[in-house]
Antibody
Framework: EVQLMESGGGLVQPGGSLRLSCAVS????????MSWVRQGPGKGLEWVSA????????YYADAVKGRFTISRDNSKDTIYLQMNSLRLEDTAVYYC?????????????????WGQGTLVTVSS | DIQMTQSPSSLSASVGDRVTITCRAG??????LNWYQQKPGKAPKLLIY???SLQGGVPSRFSGSGSGTDFTLTISSLHPEDFAAYYC?????????FGPGTKVDIK
């Protein structure tokens, strides 16, 4: 069974940092690109970042570029999202999501499995 | 960035109704349009990918169509468990963008 489990969320002050983790099981992580998607309270879905299967290619939404860094450790079946310089508007549930191909910057790059999400609250 | 719009933003329907949700992209995205269902407090679930391909395990009452800029999600006969929010998403190019969502509730 495919499983994704996020962790690392919590309360942080504006300007602070947080690192999210997503541990996966039930599939071969090295065969899949992965993404982070967030959802603010009462809001819609917003794609945040993606990483290729080998980790050599990364992509970011403009809203987080220069502040967030996506990475992965395939030996640990885990992907990460390092979030720095956090802002009030970064408050959201953060989901990790699997994509069907090793490289997924365009084309058939749907999010076919999702974790349950981890809540990040940025507040003073 | 490719802007995605959805209509309606919400609708009320009854069990057994046929429901259609429309999604429009700000430029052509070929067939690279995906549909998700989200229930309150839960993660989204992929229903349809590449405009018309049914994700494994998804009931056949869900179907998708369209290409270019205009797409539709159809639920042929609404079941009680289908009351949820539905989002379209383009994967034509990064940044991947979602529509604002359509909430389907009980009439």
């Amino acid at each position: 069974e495919v499983q994704l489990m996020e962790s690392g969320g919590g309360l942080v002050q504006p300007g602070g940092s947080l690192r999210l983790s997503c541990a996966v099981s039930g599939f071969t992580l090295v065969s899949h690109a992965m993404s982070w998607v967030r959802q603010g309270p009462g809001k819609g879905l917003e794609w945040v970042s993606a990483i290729s299967a080998g980790g050599g290619s990364t992509y970011y939404a403009d809203a987080v570029k220069g502040r967030f860094t996506i990475s992965r450790d395939n030996s640990k079946d885990t992907i990460y999202l390092q979030m720095n310089s956090l802002r009030l508007e970064d408050t959201a549930v953060y989901y990790c999501a699997r994509q069907p191909k090793a490289y997924c910057s365009a084309g058939s790059c749907q999010f076919d499995s999702w974790g349950q999400g981890t809540l990040v609250t940025v507040s003073s | 960035d490719i802007q995605m719009t959805q209509s309606p933003s919400s609708l009320s329907a009854s069990v057994g109704d046929r429901v259609t949700i429309t999604c429009r992209a700000g430029q052509s995205i070929s067939k690279y349009l995906n549909w998700y269902q989200q229930k309150p407090g839960k993660a989204p679930k992929l229903l349809i990918y590449d405009a018309s391909s049914l994700q494994g395990g998804v009931p056949s009452r869900f179907s998708g169509s369209g290409s270019g800029t205009d797409f539709t999600l159809t639920i042929s006969s609404l079941h009680p468990e289908d009351f949820a929010a539905y989002y379209c998403q383009q994967s034509y190019i990064t940044p991947f963008t979602f529509g604002p969502g359509t909430k389907v509730d009980i009439k």
